[in-house]
Structures are given as structure tokens and as C-alpha cells.
């Protein structure tokens, strides 16, 4: 069974994708979607060559090298120019998948799709999106095993599209859509950060040379925070 977390992920590919899963470890999603669809095609990749070996097995096992590819290599790197709409990264930190899109920007030509679902600071990749003409449709945030995810997918076109004017820093913060919606899931988790955050500055406020330009940082972080929990 596919996790709740990777279903999310596959319910943001159309039918018939032709898309890269970088990142792919034992290649679950890419399997679980062509098994589903018999019109889907990928490219997974991975830079390390355990879990590349495991997804090599994994495609084998369901009979489906003839549609997923597994290539080693780093990021993008794997694809060659115009080869897939969808572009799929994720269980990773959000810097990181910034990195990968950001130095294969060359393979995106023809990408119409990316959906991500970084671990940690989703802030990088929406600002990444902003920055390069991605407009950030759909955000969803899931609880799994203890676990809180965020789900971010976004399309070629207008950047400043599901924005307000209002604050753009704190929405690519907490997430535009996500603050929108304001869902039991999202209150959860910055209901943790909100905490985890206020004993950092107690920390650092309580410590000989206080960071001030930290402290201001988290201050206006905290802010944000109750903001969106009132
Ligand atoms: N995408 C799967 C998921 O969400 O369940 C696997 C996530 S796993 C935690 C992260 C995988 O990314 C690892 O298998 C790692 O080898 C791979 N990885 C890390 N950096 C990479 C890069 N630059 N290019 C390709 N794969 C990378």
C-alpha cells in the first residue's frame, strides 16, 4: 500500500502523465501510477546507488521497464531536454529541492507541472516558484503517522496569481492556499512551530550576546503565526 502521503502526491499527476520521479528510492510512485494507468510513462531517478538498485527491482517486479526508466544520476541531470510534462520531488528538505530545480532549470523547458512535498522549510520552493514564473495552484497539508506534510504543486504562469498583496513574506511562509483554508492540520502544526519557536527566542534572548537580527526574524515569525491561529 501506498502512503497516504505519495497517494497525495499521485492524485496531482493527469491521466496519462509522462513525468520524472527524482528522488525515486525504491520507486513506490511511479509504480503505484503506472499500475493505475496504463497510459503513464516516468523517469525515476536517484543519485545513490542502493536506492537505485531498489527501484530497478521494483520496476521489474511489477513488469513495468518498459514504461518507468530508472537512471542514476543527480536531479535533473538524469532527463535529457523536452522529455517529460510532470516533474515530481519529494520526501526531501525543501533547500535541497530547490537545488535540484534550480540547477536543472535547463530540463524544464517543456515541464507544464511540478509537484513537490518537501519535509521542511516549503518556504524555499514557493519562493523558487515565484522567482521562476511558477504559479502556485494547489497546496495541501496531511497528518501521517505522527507526521505533517505539505504538498505543493504549481504550473507555468502569473507567480503573484493566488497571492494578496497584503504580506507575500508570510505567505510564502505559511503557504497562501493553506492559510486560506486553515484546516485542523495546518492550525496543528504551527500550533508545534509556534511553540518550538518561542522557546528558541526565549534561548536566545536569555543568552550573553543576543542574535538581535535573529530575534527581530523570529519575532515577526511569531506574529505571523498568531495571526493565522486567531
Ligand atoms: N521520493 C521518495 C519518497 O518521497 O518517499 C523517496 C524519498 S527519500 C527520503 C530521498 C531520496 O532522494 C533518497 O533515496 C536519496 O538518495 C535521493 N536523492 C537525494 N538527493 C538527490 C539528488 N540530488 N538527485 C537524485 N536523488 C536524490
Same mark, same amino acid.
Given at each position: 500500500?501506498?502512503?497516504?502521503?505519495?497517494?497525495?502526491?499521485?492524485?496531482?499527476?493527469?491521466?496519462?502523465?509522462?513525468?520524472?520521479?527524482?528522488? *525515486?528510492?525504491?520507486?513506490?510512485?511511479?509504480?503505484? =501510477?503506472? +499500475?493505475? &494507468?496504463?497510459?503513464?510513462?516516468?523517469? %525515476?531517478? !536517484? $543519485?545513490?546507488?542502493?536506492?537505485?538498485?531498489?527501484a530497478?527491482?521494483?520496476?521489474? *517486479?511489477?513488469?513495468?521497464?518498459?514504461?518507468?526508466? =530508472?537512471? +542514476?544520476? &543527480?536531479?535533473?541531470?538524469?532527463?535529457? %531536454?523536452? !522529455? $517529460?510534462?510532470?516533474?515530481?520531488?519529494?520526501?526531501?528538505?525543501?533547500?535541497?529541492?530547490?537545488?535540484?530545480?534550480?540547477?536543472?532549470?535547463?530540463?524544464?523547458?517543456?515541464?507544464s507541472?511540478?509537484?513537490?512535498?518537501?519535509?521542511?522549510?516549503?518556504?524555499?520552493?514557493?519562493?523558487?516558484?515565484y522567482?521562476?514564473?511558477?504559479?502556485?495552484?494547489?497546496?495541501?497539508?496531511?497528518?501521517?503517522?505522527?507526521?505533517?506534510?505539505?504538498?505543493?504543486?504549481?504550473?507555468?504562469?502569473?507567480?503573484?496569481?493566488?497571492?494578496?498583496?497584503?504580506?507575500?513574506?508570510k505567505?510564502?511562509?505559511?503557504?497562501?492556499?493553506?492559510?486560506?483554508?486553515?484546516?485542523?492540520?495546518?492550525?496543528?502544526?504551527?500550533?508545534?512551530?509556534?511553540?518550538?519557536?518561542e522557546?528558541?527566542?526565549?534561548?536566545?534572548?536569555?543568552?550573553?550576546?543576543?542574535?538581535?537580527?535573529?530575534?527581530?526574524?523570529?519575532?515577526?515569525?511569531?506574529?505571523?503565526?498568531?495571526?493565522?491561529?486567531?
Amino acid at each position: 500500500r501506498l502512503s497516504e502521503r505519495l497517494a497525495k502526491v499521485a492524485e496531482y499527476l493527469p491521466k496519462g502523465a509522462c513525468f520524472a520521479d527524482i528522488g *525515486s528510492d525504491h520507486a513506490y510512485l511511479p509504480c503505484y =501510477v503506472c +499500475l493505475h &494507468d496504463h497510459k503513464a510513462s516516468a523517469v %525515476a531517478g !536517484e $543519485v545513490n546507488k542502493g536506492p537505485y538498485q531498489s527501484a530497478v527491482e521494483e520496476v521489474y *517486479s511489477h513488469e513495468l521497464a518498459g514504461r518507468i526508466d =530508472v537512471r +542514476l544520476g &543527480d536531479g535533473l541531470n538524469v532527463l535529457k %531536454a523536452d !522529455e $517529460v510534462k510532470q516533474v515530481v520531488i519529494a520526501g526531501m528538505g525543501g533547500p535541497l529541492i530547490r537545488d535540484i530545480l534550480e540547477n536543472g532549470k535547463d530540463k524544464l523547458g517543456r515541464v507544464s507541472r511540478i509537484i513537490v512535498q518537501p519535509n521542511i522549510d516549503a518556504r524555499t520552493i514557493r519562493q523558487w516558484f515565484y522567482e521562476n514564473r511558477f504559479c502556485l495552484v494547489q497546496e495541501t497539508i496531511l497528518e501521517e503517522n505522527g507526521h505533517i506534510y505539505e504538498v505543493l504543486v504549481a504550473e507555468r504562469g502569473e507567480p503573484g496569481k493566488n497571492y494578496d498583496h497584503q504580506n507575500l513574506q508570510k505567505q510564502l511562509w505559511l503557504g497562501p492556499l493553506l492559510l486560506k483554508e486553515n484546516n485542523s492540520v495546518f492550525k496543528k502544526k504551527w500550533k508545534q512551530e509556534k511553540s518550538k519557536k518561542e522557546n528558541i527566542l526565549k534561548q536566545i534572548s536569555g543568552s550573553k550576546q543576543p542574535d538581535e537580527e535573529k530575534m527581530r526574524r523570529f519575532q515577526f515569525e511569531l506574529e505571523w503565526i498568531k495571526e493565522a491561529l486567531e
